[in-house]
C-alpha cells in the first residue's frame, strides 16, 4: 500500500468549477508540501503546512493530521490551472530526505 | 535567471556511457536534492546533501553518485547508463528542515 494516495488521479473541469484534489497518508508527518507540475515538466512549490489552512489567490490548502488527510481546492478554475498536483509528507521525525511523494492528480480544465 | 538551473535539459545516450547531470542554484540554500519521476510513479529521491561535507542516499541511489562542489553547485552522475535509466531528473534546493522546495526544471534523460 503506498504510503501518499491522491485522490482522483485524473480530473476533467469545465472553467470556473470549484476544484477539490485529496490526499491521504498513512504515516505520522511533521509537515505536507502540494506541488503543481506544468505540462512542460517544471515544478512549483504552491503550500508547506503542517496544521490548519493556508490560502493564495485562488489556491487553498488545509490539513487535518488526525485524519491524515489534506485537499487542494482551486476556486473558479481557469485553463491555466491545468497540471499535475502532487502531494508530499515529510515523515516525522525524518530529514528533508523523507519525503514521500504521492503519484499526482492530472488535472485539465476545459474552456 | 532561474534560481536553480539544470543543465543539460535533454540529453541522449547510449547504455555504458558515463553522463553528468548538472545542477547549480542561486538562492544561496544548504540542502539540495536530486529526484527521478517515472510515469505513473512519484517523485524518488537519490541523493540529498545538506552542506559540502555532507551527502545521503536516497531511495534509488544504486547506480547514480553525486558531487557537492559548492554550496552553489551538486552533480548527478550515471556512471555506466543503462535503459531503465531513462527518466525526468529533477535538482531542488530547500533553505531548511522542512522547508519549501524550489525546483530546477528538469533534465530529460534518454539511454538507449
Known amino acids: 500500500k503506498n504510503e501518499v494516495e491522491q485522490s482522483p488521479q485524473n480530473l476533467t473541469a469545465q472553467e470556473g468549477e470549484f476544484i477539490t484534489i485529496n490526499c491521504s497518508y498513512s504515516v505520522g508527518i511533521s509537515a505536507l508540501h502540494w506541488l503543481q507540475q506544468h505540462p512542460g515538466g517544471g515544478i512549483v512549490s504552491l503550500f508547506m503546512?503542517?496544521?490548519g489552512k493556508k490560502k493564495h489567490g485562488r489556491l487553498i490548502a488545509t490539513i487535518n493530521i488526525q485524519e491524515k488527510h489534506s485537499s487542494l481546492h482551486i476556486t473558479a478554475s481557469h485553463p491555466r490551472d491545468s497540471a499535475v498536483y502532487i502531494c508530499?509528507?515529510?515523515?516525522?521525525?525524518?530529514?528533508?530526505?523523507?519525503?514521500?511523494f504521492g503519484k499526482g492528480t492530472k488535472l485539465s480544465v476545459k474552456p | 535567471d532561474a534560481d536553480v538551473t539544470q543543465t543539460p535539459r535533454n540529453r541522449i545516450t547510449k547504455t555504458g556511457k558515463r553522463i553528468m547531470l548538472e545542477c547549480s542554484q542561486t538562492?544561496?540554500?544548504?540542502?539540495m536534492y536530486w529526484y527521478r519521476q517515472d510515469p505513473g510513479l512519484g517523485l524518488r529521491l537519490i541523493y540529498y546533501s545538506f552542506d559540502v561535507k555532507d551527502i545521503n542516499k536516497g531511495e534509488i541511489s544504486d547506480g547514480y553518485s553525486v558531487s557537492r562542489q559548492a554550496q552553489a553547485k551538486f552533480s548527478l552522475s550515471l556512471e555506466s547508463a543503462i535503459p531503465n535509466q531513462t527518466a525526468l531528473y529533477f535538482c531542488?534546493?530547500?533553505?531548511?528542515?522542512?522547508?519549501?522546495?524550489?525546483f530546477g526544471s528538469g533534465t530529460q534523460l534518454s539511454v538507449l
Open positions: 538562492k544561496g540554500h544548504d540542502r
Open positions: 531542488a534546493t530547500s533553505r531548511g528542515f522542512g522547508e519549501k522546495l524550489f
Open positions: 503546512l503542517s496544521s
Open positions: 508530499a509528507v515529510l515523515n516525522y521525525g525524518g530529514s528533508q530526505g523523507n519525503l514521500i
